[in-house]
């Protein structure tokens, strides 16, 4: 593991590959389904790095790093909104980004990978259930 800085490769070694250790971020759009049975796309952005001293871990061991942290983000998301209302949903998208970043902190340390944060950046639900919900604001107000 060579860090920055001039280097000298001789012709009978190889560079294996590079890696950034600045923090870099995935964006996610995971579709999934709520306690009251309402489909939202919730849009989870996750802020990552390479652990300077696990370089080796995070080149070697994974085979495709992004596609295994969105498979993580994809599973936890899954696991934890359909527990959740509707109107929840949006109450709790700190508890719901905790959750993300618990996971893929555990998962992704072994591998040399640490996160930063989890941001739950958008939660949309269906246009028909955004116009249903609209309607009855709507209706309440008028009646008042």
């Not at 860090?3 to 870099?24: C, D, E, M, R, T």
């Not at 995935?26 to 849009?43: A, G, H, I, R």
């Not at 959740?84 to 893929?104: C, G, H, T």
């Amino acid at each position: 593991v060579l860090h920055a800085g001039i280097h000298l490769v001789l012709p009978w070694q190889s560079v294996a590959g590079k890696l950034s250790l600045k923090v870099q971020e995935l964006q996610v759009n995971v579709e999934t389904k709520t306690k009251d049975d309402v489909f939202v796309k919730v849009l989870i952005a996750v802020q990552y790095f390479v652990i300077p001293e696990r370089v080796k871990e995070a080149f070697y061991e994974l085979a495709d790093p992004i596609q295994q942290i969105e498979s993580y983000i994809f599973d936890e998301v899954r696991s934890t909104v359909p527990r959740m209302p509707l109107d929840d949903v949006f109450q709790n998208k700190d508890e719901i980004a905790n959750a993300v970043r618990e996971n893929l902190q555990e998962t992704m340390g072994q591998y040399g990978y640490g996160i930063v944060r989890a941001l739950v950046n958008d939660i949309d639900p269906d246009a028909k259930v955004k116009a249903a919900m609209n309607e009855i604001n709507a209706a309440t107000r008028l009646r008042k």
